[in-house]
């Protein structure tokens, strides 16, 4: 069952077109992995099945409904879950703060005037085994950008998850990161994603192939090619898009 | 534990001298000691706007005088109009102003939300120059009734006596405080916080980010009518000063002088003017030359604030840093050219 | 030109002289917000300031000329100082404290002037080689508002020539539109601020001393110029020259025909204005800044 689907997608800013007819297919559980050079048009993708924009053209569904359109905050609530390339926390806010904006927004606490926030305890505990699955408890009470830029990360990725999505989107989750960190955020993105369905947008080869159940290749804003890592690493138009870029 | 008892301790000093105070200090003190909570609560709900949400207006006066206006009239054109209904005009009237205005406010980007506002308010000023008929003009409306605070059967308690007035003010601006204090304590007030810090990111949490922007937008702008229509009443007589530019600054300059990261920040920096006031008025009329001065040094050498200082003096540094777990203003939508907001498209 | 067109025109002259001055205060209000980023709310009180400096060198010397060249370079030098000594400091910090730093400022110098020169309305003659009526077609209009029309020109052309045609005018359109990259170019930025600083509040000056006779001299003329300079930079846009021009102008005629004609409306129509293009185009009509 594809629980995420794009048909027909085209989007352009300005008559700078930028998708062309994308149709993407992401199995219920899997991991699927978006590669392509910069400028390929992945972000926007993203930006595009996340509500951030509205498509020129074409559907976006989502288990099985439209929701061409649809903004951020509509997706999040029917299941959906983004990380950002470039660290979008609430940098200000402590570690803990920050995750339990998603456990709040996951039961549906909005508009609640009524409570010390501070004293819901059931908030406070899901916030604090969140913080213990990633191994930020110890760093709870500091404002995210005190934190490691791996950790500010970790911290990042855990956002798209705090809210228990089925789907959920990471953008170049492990951009910027040493070897070390990388491997310990596979590592992460492989136990936080068990069960549920994850596409990622990489350039990192290793992360790719480590995780990645299916793979789509966008280049210049089409799909390439769409197939088991497999088939993919031996597609001559990738090889030429990619040009020794594809190091299995 | 004891810090509890401490707290409790403490605020049970302070309420005793809140009620103390008129006997302690006398009339003139009183009403100086009025002035300075009508602003508390009017540089607070700013406050709540800038310090806590992030939303930069230039233009609040327009919902102080709002409320005033609101229930100046109230009480001039409607009979025997009880205490509290008039306080309720007050109210509704800045709120109402303010769910006007939302719509075209709570979606537009930072600097555009302030200008707007200065130009709205700026227009607001304008009208209640020009429509003489309504506003009273220049020179205002004045000599309404006060009524008293009247219970059917049990009390009726004269308000134009500056006493009788303390309590009534101390009473509604120090409840409106506290529910304001009690707002940013809520899941509503952590998502007003992360707004401030990232109102992308807040979307993509799953929250209405134009709705919750016109929700604390309205409170805001009702708590700083609920401080208009007090001053309406305390002074019998509203006229469009209070509209006015100066009005405007007012709030910005305490919230900035008593420090913008922290929810009782912008009381000090009404008290710390109303003292300058008082102080400054018996020697020179240049009391805004005093205030210029203090905004200087205050801005160049305690930018966080009187309560950096506080924070300074317990010896805990970070509270400037983290402004007791609120973060501080840096000023968020005015980072320098070369910061950009971190959902930036990319590839 | 019979007596009504000789009206209009008549008013056209004093609302163009009016939209002049104004375009000159907020000329360099854009510029200073352009470049820095800085809403300079002390910038009309620098207009204001020149024009007591120029009262007082009319007082010493006797000589207008003498004045419209001193006092805006000493109130320039006065804005020089406030930016090297305060403004650059802080700036790291933030609009917010520039701004209320600014206000600080404002207050400043608002009473200071009070506190040097009393309260009173200081009148300030306009000087005999500008004084009297010049005729054209047949009707007479005041030699000075036309000078004042004619200054502003000259400055204006001046300011665009070095803008527009020279090295200098290069770099400083460059750091408008991209502060940082011209740093990063090797330029002193921290130099240029300063400079275009003092220039911004030069202009201010120029304005100031040109308007004391009209207006005299007095501590509202803050106040007064005050909202209209920053509404023809907010509505023409932040760090446009151009629009600061086109909206300073619109709106001097405005007030002067609107005066005559339609007297109460004439400031609701400025911020319903106002009011109506922000809504529609957040950064004002030929704005670029956020």
């Not at chain 3, 000594?85 to 200071?112: D, N, P, Q, S, W």
């Amino acid at each position: 069952m594809n629980i995420l689907e794009t048909k027909g997608l085209y989007h352009d800013f300005n008559r700078l077109e930028v998708l062309f007819d994308v149709n993407l297919q992401v199995k219920k559980g899997e991991r699927h992995a978006i590669i392509g050079p910069n400028g390929a048009g992945k972000t926007t993708l993203f930006n595009v099945i996340t509500g951030t924009y509205k498509p020129s053209r074409g559907t976006v569904f989502f288990k099985g409904k439209e929701v061409t359109g649809a903004k951020p905050h509509h997706m999040v609530r029917l299941g959906m879950g983004r990380s950002f390339q470039i660290t979008s926390t609430f940098s200000r806010l402590t570690a803990f703060q920050n995750i339990r904006m998603g456990v709040l927004s996951r039961r549906g606490i909005r508009f609640n005037f009524f409570h010390k926030v501070d004293t819901m305890g059931d908030v406070t505990q899901e916030t604090d085994e969140i913080l213990k699955r990633i191994n930020l408890h110890g760093e709870r009470d500091m404002p995210a950008n005190t934190l490691s830029y791996g950790k500010h990360r970790s911290l990042e990725i855990s956002m798209a998850l705090a809210t228990d999505p089925d789907v959920v989107m990471l953008d170049e989750p492990t951009a910027g990161m040493s070897k070390d960190e990388t491997r310990y955020a596979i590592e992460l993105i492989r136990r936080l994603t068990e069960g549920k369905t994850a596409v990622i947008i990489e350039h990192d080869m290793d992360v790719v192939f480590s995780l990645a159940d299916r793979i789509t290749v966008l280049h210049l804003g089409e799909i390439l090619a769409s197939g088991p890592p497999d088939k993919i690493r031996e597609n001559k138009a990738v090889k030429d898009a990619y040009l020794g870029e594809m190091e299995g | 534990m004891m810090n509890r008892t401490i707290k409790r301790i403490a605020w049970g000093v302070m309420l005793l001298a809140l009620v103390l105070y008129p006997w302690l200090f006398g009339i003139y003190y009183t009403n100086v000691f009025v002035t300075f909570a009508i602003f508390a609560l009017y540089a607070v709900s700013y406050n709540l706007l800038l310090g806590f949400t992030g939303l930069f207006s230039f233009g609040h006066a327009m919902f102080f005088g709002a409320g005033a206006y609101a229930t100046a009239l109230a009480l001039t054109h409607i009979e025997g109009c009880p205490l509290l209904v008039a306080l309720l005009f007050g109210f509704f009237g800045s709120v109402v102003l303010a769910l006007l205005l939302s719509p075209i406010v709570a979606r537009l980007a930072h600097s555009a939300f302030a200008m707007l506002h200065l130009a709205f308010g700026m227009l607001m000023y304008t009208l209640a120059l020009k429509l003489r008929g309504i506003t009273g003009g220049e020179d205002g409306i004045g000599g309404f009734p006060i009524p008293p605070f009247h219970i059917p059967g049990v009390v009726s308690v004269d308000m134009t006596d500056p006493l009788n007035f303390y309590y009534f003010a101390i009473a509604v601006l120090g409840g409106s405080l506290w529910l304001a204090w009690y707002l940013t304590k809520t899941p509503f007030g952590q998502i007003i916080v992360s707004v401030r810090d990232n109102d992308k990111r807040v979307d993509y949490m799953g929250f209405k980010v134009p709705q919750t922007k016109a929700v604390i937008y309205a409170l805001s702008c009702g708590f700083a009518g609920i401080a208009g229509s007090v001053y309406a009443m305390f002074q019998d007589l509203i006229s469009a000063a209070a509209l006015g530019i100066g009005h405007s600054f007012a709030p910005i300059v305490m919230t900035m002088v008593g420090g913008v990261a922290s929810f009782a920040g912008p009381i000090w920096g009404a008290a710390i003017f109303a003292m300058i006031e008082e102080l400054t008025s018996r020697y020179t009329e240049r009391v805004l030359l005093v205030e210029g001065l203090v905004l200087i040094i205050v801005v160049m050498f305690f930018p966080g604030g009187f309560m950096y200082l506080v924070g300074l003096i317990k010896g805990k540094w970070l509270g400037f840093i983290r402004g007791k777990g609120f973060g501080v203003i840096t000023g968020q939508w005015f980072t320098k050219r070369s910061g950009k907001k971190a959902t930036e498209d990319d590839s | 030109m019979d007596a009504t067109t000789a009206m209009y025109v008549a008013q056209g002259i004093h609302g163009l002289a009016y939209g002049m001055i104004l375009f000159l205060v907020a000329s360099g209000l854009t510029l200073i917000f352009g470049m820095m980023g800085i809403l300079n709310i002390a910038h009309t009180a620098f207009f204001m300031l020149s024009a007591y400096f120029c009262y007082q060198v009319v007082v010493w010397t006797g000589s207008f000329w003498l004045a419209l060249l001193v006092a805006p370079i000493a109130t320039a030098l006065v804005g020089v100082l406030v930016e090297r000594f305060l403004l650059r400091k802080i700036h790291a910090l933030g609009l917010l404290y520039e701004l209320t730093l600014t206000v600080g400022v404002m207050f400043v110098i608002m009473e200071a002037v009070k506190v040097f020169w009393g309260t009173e309305n200081l009148p300030l003659l306009v000087p005999p080689l500008l004084q009297g009526l010049v005729d054209i077609g047949g009707m007479e209009y005041p030699l000075y508002r036309l000078f004042i029309i004619g200054l502003s020109f000259l400055i204006l052309g001046f300011l665009a020539f070095i803008l527009y045609k020279t090295r200098l005018g290069m770099i400083v359109r460059a750091a408008v539109a991209d502060p940082d990259m011209v740093n990063a170019l090797g330029i002193n930025v921290p130099f240029l601020f300063m400079f275009v600083f003092g220039v911004g509040t030069w202009l201010a000056g120029v304005a100031g001393v040109a308007i004391a006779p009209i207006l005299t001299v007095f501590p509202g003329l803050a106040d007064q110029m005050g909202m209209d300079a920053f509404i023809v930079v907010i509505v023409g846009g932040f760090g446009s020259l151009g629009g600061a021009f086109m909206v300073a102008v619109i709106s001097g005629l405005l007030s002067s025909y609107g005066v005559q004609f339609v007297s109460q409306l004439a400031p609701v129509l400025m911020f319903m204005f106002m009011a109506v293009v922000l809504a529609i185009k957040p950064t004002g009509f030929f704005g670029e800044r956020e």
